[in-house]
């Protein structure tokens, strides 16, 4: 008798008690637009938050990303960066984009992104993408990665150092 009750209990504790519990936390609040202001009284990620009433639409807008960069240089490519100091929105979120316009043939030279996701979507013509491995495993080397992105084709790869 004593093993059955034993059980139940156990099939009880079972069903009630989570094995895991895991969430994102609320934020303090929905959002912190960045803010040059070293009176402002929240400071996060670097930055002083605007305070929520003054904030305006235009906070969350980074007007001329459809205005192609110029691309005549010796690389053959524009990259048009959005990050907190350009879209102030961005802060708290640690994330930022780049638009990256490319003539015939251009290239943009080998770069890392430490703990970062890419991901790349063509919008107009091809692209050839390489990418390598820069963390590999024990007993393993470095790979290269390629792939040809064609119209509305995406790739996306987190990088790690």
């Not at 003054?54 to 459809?66: E, Q």
């Not at 960066?81 to 780049?98: E, F, I």
């Not at 820069?134 to 007993?139: A, F, K, R, T």
Request: contains cysteine; aromatic residues 10%; proline residues 8%.
């Amino acid at each position: 008798m004593a093993l059955k009750y034993l059980a139940l209990t156990i099939a009880i504790l079972a069903v009630v008690t989570p094995i895991s519990h895991a969430y994102n936390p609320s934020p303090l609040q929905d959002f912190c637009v960045a803010f040059n202001d070293s009176m402002a009284a929240v400071f996060v990620n670097g930055k002083f938050c605007k305070d929520p009433k003054n904030v305006t639409a235009d906070d969350f807008f980074r007007p001329s990303l459809n205005i192609p960069g110029s691309i005549s240089n010796l690389l053959g490519s524009a990259v048009t960066a959005v990050n907190v100091n350009n879209l102030p929105r961005l802060n708290t979120l640690g994330m930022s984009l780049s638009r990256i316009d490319y003539a015939p043939y251009g290239l943009n030279p080998p770069h890392t992104h430490p703990q970062a996701i890419e991901f790349l979507v063509v919008l107009e013509g091809t692209l050839y993408v390489r990418f390598v491995l820069s963390n590999p495993g024990p007993n393993m080397k470095n790979k290269l990665f390629t792939k040809i992105l064609h119209l509305w084709r995406c790739v996306y790869f987190r990088l790690r150092t």
